[in-house]
Antibody, heavy 123, light 112 residues
Framework: EMQLVESGGGLVQPGGSLRLSCVASGFTFSIAEMNWVRQAPGKGPEWVSYISPSGDIILYADSVKGRCSISRDNAKNTLFLQMNSLRAEDTALYYC????????????????WGQGTMVTVSS | DIVMTQSPLSLPVTPGEPASISCRSSQSLLRSNGYNYLDWFLQRPGQAPQLLIYLGSNRASGVPDRFSGSGSGTDFTLKISRVEAEDVGVYYCMQVHQSPRTFGQGTKVEIK
């Protein structure tokens, strides 16, 4: 079974830091394009960041650019999101999600999601 | 950024009846390869979003054929031919034409 399991969330004060992790299983992680997507309570999803299989292409949403850093360890099938200078508006459930290709090499976005890890920024 | 606008925001449905959700983008999502870079997701209560349709009209693996996507350019529709109780939740469209990927506000589908 293909699976993503996030961890590392918690309660943090404004200005603090957290490192989220996402462990993949059931598919070849080293060739997978990966993303972080967050969802604030009662709101819709918001894409946060993307990383290519080798890590040479990285993208961020403007809302986190300069404060977050995405990375991966393909040997450990693990995706990371380092979050610094956290703000109240960063409070959300953070999901990792895979991008894939179909048999015709057409892009399939977010075909696998984890269950999410909750980040709460509050004093 | 591309703005995605869904309607309606709330949709009461009757099991066995059809249902339809509209999604409009602020820019065309049609690429030169002929595909529309528009996906549909369903988020059931307490669960992560689930991919239903990719590139406008392609059903994701395991998605029942009662779900279909159509449209081109800036106007898209998700149709459910016969609603079942398990289809309740919030439906989102998302454009994958350019970064950042952006979602619609969501359409909450509930049983009448």
């Amino acid at each position: 079974e293909m699976q993503l399991v996030e961890s590392g969330g918690g309660l943090v004060q404004p200005g603090g830091s957290l490192r989220l992790s996402c462990v993949a299983s059931g598919f070849t992680f080293s060739i997978a394009e990966m993303n972080w997507v967050r969802q604030a309570p009662g709101k819709g999803p918001e894409w946060v960041s993307y990383i290519s299989p080798s890590g040479d292409i990285i993208l961020y949403a403007d809302s986190v650019k300069g404060r977050c850093s995405i990375s991966r360890d393909n040997a450990k099938n693990t995706l990371f999101l380092q979050m610094n200078s956290l703000r109240a508006e960063d409070t959300a459930l953070y999901y990792c999600a895979r991008d894939h290709r179909d048999a015709s090499k057409l892009p399939i976005a977010f075909d696998i999601w984890g269950q999410g890890t909750m980040v709460t920024v509050s004093s | 950024d591309i703005v995605m606008t869904q309607s309606p925001l709330s949709l009461p449905v009757t099991p066995g009846e059809p249902a339809s959700i509209s999604c409009r983008s602020s820019q065309s999502l049609l690429r030169s390869n002929g595909y529309n870079y528009l996906d549909w997701f369903l988020q059931r209560p307490g669960q992560a979003p689930q991919l239903l349709i990719y590139l406008g009209s392609n059903r994701a693996s395991g998605v029942p054929d009662r779900f279909s996507g159509s449209g081109s350019g800036t106007d898209f529709t998700l149709k459910i031919s016969r609603v079942e109780a398990e289809d309740v939740g919030v439906y989102y469209c998302m454009q994958v034409h350019q970064s950042p990927r952006t979602f619609g506000q969501g359409t909450k589908v509930e049983i009448k």
